[in-house]
């Protein structure tokens, strides 16, 4: 059985930071992209970020580079996300997915495996 356990979400204050976690098991990590993506209430899914198998490449939405960095742990089979420098509008739902091909895509559907996600409130 295939398990995403994410984790690491709360709330927080402008300028604050967090690191999201997404412990994966039940599949070969290291063969997969890995990718945040997050929904705010009343908006569609929007990409964040994503890492290759290896971990050597990382990539992020525009605007996003230099306050998030992603990084995994192929010996954990855990991705991380770290967010600093939060804004209001960071606010969302943050799930970590999972992809055999590298791709900014933000549907459930267009990979392999999706997380249950987790919460990031970021109020003044």
């Known amino acids: 059985e295939v398990q995403f356990v994410e984790s690491g979400g709360g709330m927080v204050q402008p300028g604050g930071s967090l690191r999201l976690s997404c412990a994966v098991s039940?599949?070969?990590?290291?063969?997969?992209?890995m990718s945040w993506v997050r929904q705010a209430p009343g908006k569609g899914p929007e990409w964040v970020s994503g890492i290759n198998p290896t971990g050597s490449h990382a990539y992020y939405k525009d605007g996003m580079k230099g306050r998030f960095t992603i990084s995994r742990d192929n010996a954990q089979n855990t991705v991380y996300l770290q967010m600093n420098s939060l804004k209001p509008e960071d606010t969302a739902a943050y799930y970590c997915?999972?992809?055999?091909?590298?791709?900014?895509?933000?549907?459930?559907?267009?990979?392999?495996?999706w997380g249950q996600g987790t919460q990031v409130t970021v109020f003044s």
């Open positions: 997915a999972a992809a055999t091909t590298a791709g900014a895509r933000t549907k459930e559907s267009d990979y392999d495996y």
């Open positions: 039940g599949l070969s990590f290291g063969v997969y992209e």
